[in-house]
């Protein structure tokens, strides 16, 4: 049984998140020789506030981006 877990920073539509959910079922259905009941994909939205690289969260790089 496939678990997929994807961890993003938020901000996509729900339309995308759909559309990146219904991607990756497929990619998964092709190459992983399962049934598509079995396959989970499990999208994990992180602000942007707790998101950091390099000790600068990725909204404080945005707002450096901007000036």
Do not use: F, K, S
Not at 30 to 53: F, L, S
């Amino acid at each position: 049984m496939p678990q997929i877990d994807i961890t993003l920073a938020e901000g996509r539509t729900p339309g995308q998140i759909r559309n990146l959910i219904h991607e990756v079922h497929a990619a998964v259905l092709r190459t992983a020789d399962t049934r598509p009941q079995y396959i989970r994909v499990v999208v994990r939205e992180v602000p942007r506030t707790h998101w950091a690289t390099g000790d600068v969260t990725l909204a404080e790089h945005a707002h450096q981006e901007q000036q």
